[in-house]
């Protein structure tokens, strides 16, 4: 399987960014994608099935409520779809937030397999990016209706493009100019920009996504990637190249132990399943 990265939403790309991509690459379904989309493959690894997954993440937006205002929509509607679970099942989403969230350390007899652990905190961090995403679109979507509502405006306030017959007639014509051209103020940390590949770019450590996806995939499958940024960061950092015919259509392929991939000097001694090796084909969407 080769799955697309770091990406989770198809609307994160543009057209030439996809059809640069392999056509059988699939987005990555960290639990919350219809099961029918066929855009989607869920990783042979995830620890949580879909029921799981929404009330894992509805929880964990739900403790981000409690300290941030105003109430978060998304984890309100996330709620309500959880809202059938039994007791028990409660009291093992709880835990698991506090596992892979708060950090909070189960008794010893308790925590099982460190690499399962790892691996329902990879499914938690992915969760959340899925969200991150959802809410980047409904940013970018409504920032392109508030655009479009001013352009109507302008052009509505404007009398038309002939000489003004009086004062305020040239005020009305000024006033639409300036609307229907207006470009709404983004902040320094703005992640709607559009991406270097092209499409929406959402600023996350794709290292940190990186080692999520490692952990949910199965050891055969590979990942692909349009983002330049990442590709930069790679070759800085002189990890090895695999040949290209191991992905074809790829500008580059890296194929390294997963602790390299992410940026470590050295494999933790805490987790020791970073010695897999990870592939990453690198493709370039001016060349799709």
Same mark, same amino acid.
């Given at each position: 399987?080769? /799955?697309? /990265?770091?990406?989770?939403?198809?609307?994160?790309?543009?057209?030439?960014?996809?059809?640069?991509?392999?056509?059988?690459?699939?987005?990555?379904?960290? !639990?919350?994608?219809?099961?029918?989309?066929?855009?989607?493959?869920?990783?042979?690894?995830?620890?949580?099935?879909?029921?799981?997954?929404?009330?894992?993440?509805?929880?964990?937006?739900? /403790?981000?409520?409690?300290?941030?205002?105003?109430?978060?929509?998304?984890?309100?509607?996330?709620?309500?779809?959880? !809202?059938?679970?039994?007791?028990?099942?409660?009291?093992?989403?709880?835990?698991?937030?506090?596992?892979?969230?708060?950090?909070?350390?189960?008794?010893?007899?308790?925590? !099982?397999?460190?690499?399962?652990?790892?691996?329902?905190?990879?499914?938690?961090?992915?969760?959340?990016?899925?969200?991150?995403?959802?809410?980047?679109?409904?940013?970018?979507?409504?920032?392109?209706?508030?655009?479009?509502?001013?352009?109507?405006?302008?052009?509505?306030?404007?009398?038309?493009?002939?000489?003004?017959?009086?004062?305020?007639?040239?005020?009305?014509?000024?006033?639409?100019?300036?609307?229907?051209?207006?470009?709404?103020?983004?902040?320094?940390?703005?992640?709607?920009?559009?991406?270097?590949?092209?499409?929406?770019?959402?600023?996350?450590?794709?290292?940190?996504?990186?080692?999520?996806?490692?952990?949910?995939?199965?050891?055969?499958?590979?990942?692909?990637?349009?983002?330049?940024?990442?590709?930069?960061?790679?070759?800085?950092?002189?990890?090895?190249?695999?040949?290209?015919?191991?992905?074809?259509?790829?500008?580059?392929?890296?194929?390294?132990?997963?602790?390299?991939?992410?940026?470590?000097?050295?494999?933790?001694?805490?987790?020791?399943?970073?010695?897999?090796?990870?592939?990453?084909?690198?493709?370039?969407?001016?060349? !799709?």
């Amino acid at each position: 399987m080769i /799955f697309i /990265f770091p990406q989770m939403h198809p609307n994160l790309l543009d057209a030439a960014t996809r059809a640069a991509l392999p056509e059988e690459a699939r987005f990555l379904d960290p !639990g919350l994608a219809a099961p029918a989309d066929r855009a989607y493959a869920r990783p042979s690894a995830a620890p949580f099935d879909a029921r799981m997954a929404r009330a894992i993440l509805a929880d964990t937006l739900r /403790f981000g409520e409690s300290l941030a205002s105003p109430r978060d929509i998304l984890a309100q509607a996330l709620i309500e779809q959880t !809202g059938a679970l039994s007791p028990e099942s409660s009291r093992v989403v709880q835990a698991e937030v506090e596992r892979s969230v708060l950090g909070v350390v189960a008794p010893e007899h308790e925590q !099982g397999d460190p690499q399962d652990v790892a691996r329902k905190q990879a499914q938690t961090v992915l969760l959340l990016a899925w969200s991150l995403e959802e809410r980047v679109l409904e940013l970018n979507g409504a920032e392109a209706r508030v655009q479009k509502a001013w352009s109507r405006l302008g052009e509505s306030v404007s009398p038309g493009e002939g000489e003004p017959d009086d004062e305020v007639d040239h005020e009305a014509m000024s006033l639409g100019r300036e609307l229907s051209g207006i470009t709404l103020p983004v902040g320094q940390d703005d992640r709607n920009a559009p991406a270097a590949s092209g499409g929406v770019a959402v600023d996350q450590p794709w290292r940190r996504l990186l080692e999520g996806f490692g952990l949910l995939a199965a050891p055969d499958d590979v990942f692909a990637t349009a983002d330049a940024r990442i590709a930069a960061a790679l070759a800085d950092a002189d990890v090895p190249e695999a040949p290209l015919t191991d992905m074809p259509g790829a500008q580059r392929v890296y194929r390294a132990q997963a602790w390299r991939m992410l940026g470590m000097s050295r494999l933790p001694e805490a987790k020791p399943w970073l010695a897999a090796p990870l592939t990453l084909g690198v493709f370039d969407a001016a060349r !799709g």
